[in-house]
Every structure is written in structure tokens, then in C-alpha cells.
């Protein structure tokens, strides 16, 4: 499997799954409300879709650090190395609250709890320094494209500056601040997550060639 390959069916999942959890996240709210936190089962359904979009989404930044050029790669690792920490933290999070966390009788993830706070850490801390970072990694290519990932830029640095916008709530003690970062990683989120699916479709097909795979054409070439 190529990188566009795995960036391409890891932007679709984080999609399809981003989509999922906005569902389940919009029942939750309508029948809790915000002065109540959200409950089983939907809640659980909840932290499963978390932790089935956290390994896809540690792909798609994978797939971004292995096909930007030499000189935009170390703005890539280092998006990637922030999304392994997120994934690692909102996995170990969630794993821990659908075992020992329901074992214990615990209400789930409110505030104020270590938990909670390991768990914003992640989406608003981790996983906007990430999309801020993937941001930074992408380049223009040809003209032809150079509209779209600017837009793709454009995007993704809004996703990320909402996920730290949202790290405001539990700073201030106003928890309802936080709704910034969910709208970043609930609403915004599948859809960059979409675009990317699509910059990987069109550089796989040859509209802007990945430099990974011009590399691997050179070598090719030369053997």
C-alpha cells in the first residue's frame, strides 16, 4: 500500500466515523442537555467511535509525513509525533473508562476528574497542535491545485485552533467554552479529514505527484 493509498482510507474513515460520533454526540445532547453529563449506552457507544477514530487518524498524519517533500518534512514528524501522543492518551483514556471505569461504577467523563482532563489534554491540546502542525507541512504543487490546498490549509488550521480554543473551558472553569474545541474535533474535523481523502486521490492520480513517489520513480529509473 502506497502512502496515498493509506491516507487516502484513513481520511475516509476518520470521516465515517467523525459523522457516527456527531450523531451520537447530538442524541446525547438533546436528551442530557448541557448540565448533564451523557450517559450509557450512548455514552459508550461514544468511546468506542473514539477509540476506532484515534488509529486512523495517527494514519492519515503518517501518510502526510511520508509524502511532503525534504524541506516541509520536519514540520510533518512533528505533527506525527503530537498525534501518536494524542492517540495513545485518548485510547489509554477510553479503554481504562469502558473497563475499570465501568467496574467502579464511575459516571464517566466529567469535570473536574483526572480522567476528563487527560482526555482534553488529548483532543484540544494534542490534536490542535497536530492539525497546526500538518498545516505548516503542506505546499503549494502545481497551479492547478494550489487553490484547493490552500483552502486545505485554511481548514485545517481552523480545525486546530478551535481543539486549543477549547482548552479555555477547563482553564477558566467555564466547561461550556469547550464547546469550541468540540465543534473543531466533532464537526470540523471530518471534514478535513474528507479533503485530505481527496489531496491524496488527486496526488495518487497524477493531478500532483507525491514527492515520495517521484523519489521512488528516480530510483526506479536509475536501477
Known amino acids: 500500500m502506497t502512502p496515498a493509498q493509506l491516507g487516502a482510507r484513513a481520511g475516509h474513515a476518520v470521516a465515517g466515523v ?12 438533546a436528551q442530557s442537555g448541557f ?17 476506532l477514530s484515534a488509529v486512523p487518524l495517527l494514519a492519515l498524519f503518517a501518510a502526510v509525513q511520508a509524502t511532503v517533500p525534504p524541506d516541509r ?25 469502558l473497563t475499570a471505569g465501568r467496574a467502579m ?4 467523563l466529567v469535570w473536574p476528574s483526572l480522567p476528563y482532563a487527560v482526555e482534553l489534554f488529548a483532543w484540544d491540546f494534542l490534536l490542535g497542535l497536530a492539525l497546526l502542525l500538518a498545516a505548516q507541512a503542506l505546499q503549494d504543487t502545481s497551479r492547478e491545485h ?15 485552533a ?23 474535533y466533532a464537526v470540523l474535523l471530518p ?3 474528507w479533503m485530505l481523502t481527496g489531496w491524496f486521490r488527486r496526488s495518487a492520480s497524477g493531478g500532483a505527484p507525491l ?10 529509473e536509475a536501477v
Open 18 to 29: 467523525g459523522v457516527a460520533y456527531a450523531v451520537v454526540l447530538a442524541a446525547g445532547m
Open 73 to 97: 518534512r520536519l514540520w510533518a514528524t512533528l505533527a506525527l509525533f503530537f498525534a501518536a501522543m494524542f492517540c495513545c492518551a485518548t485510547t489509554g483514556v477510553h479503554i481504562v473508562e
Open 146 to 160: 494550489r487553490l484547493r490546498e490552500r483552502r486545505l490549509r485554511s481548514w485545517l488550521r481552523a480545525t486546530g
Open 105 to 108: 461504577a464511575r459516571p464517566g
Open 191 to 193: 471534514v478535513v479529514a
Open 162 to 184: 478551535l481543539c486549543l480554543f477549547g482548552l479555555l473551558g477547563p482553564l477558566t472553569g467555564y466547561m461550556r467554552i469547550q464547546l469550541i474545541g468540540v465543534i473543531g
Open 35 to 51: 448540565a448533564e453529563p451523557i450517559g450509557d449506552p450512548l455514552l459508550a457507544i461514544m468511546e468506542v467511535l473514539t477509540i
Open 211 to 220: 514527492h515520495c513517489d517521484v523519489e521512488a520513480q528516480r530510483l526506479r
